[in-house]
């Protein structure tokens, strides 16, 4: 038996975005805290002697970045709470389609593939020069280049009147 839905599409509730919030938090604390410390380990007792200290500065940068979208991602998806200590509404909902979140989201997990292709070959570490060139292509899109190629109004012709 074919159901097909017509109309419109239910609507997610508060208690469901604010649940779906959370999981989508801890999903990605999970996901960074298990990639630094699987990538400090496996450096550390298979590739200490080329751990040098400009590594290990590009490994700070990228965890501090990672860190940064995390604390991002969980200071958005928290919920409003009542003085009681309730959540009574979202602040933003984390896995809408196009939200900011999205970029953080895509900031961690670039790090986790930065940590495992580094472990393959250190010359890798170049590919973090793609976040600020990505950074300032989507600005370029959504600010920077609407603004500067935006056509200038016309100028309404004024009509004087004589009295």
Known sequence: MNKSTKGKQGTRGTKQIIEENRQTVDFYFKVFLISNITYGI??????????????????????L???????????????????????VDYTSDLNMPGH?????????LFSVIQYILSLISNYFWLALITIPVYVFIKIWQNFLGPWFFEPAPEEQPQDFYLL
């Not at 496996?42 to 965890?63: E, Q």
Request: proline content about 2%; aromatic content about 24%; overall charge negative.
């Open 42 to 63: 496996l450096r550390y007792l298979l590739f200490w002697d080329s751990f040098t200290a400009k590594f290990i500065a590009l490994y700070l940068i990228t965890a």
């Open 100 to 108: 900011v979140s999205e970029y953080a989201k895509d900031v961690i």
């Open 65 to 87: 970045v990672s860190f940064i979208a995390y604390y991002f991602i969980s200071y958005v998806g928290n919920p409003i709470l009542d003085e009681k200590g309730f959540a």
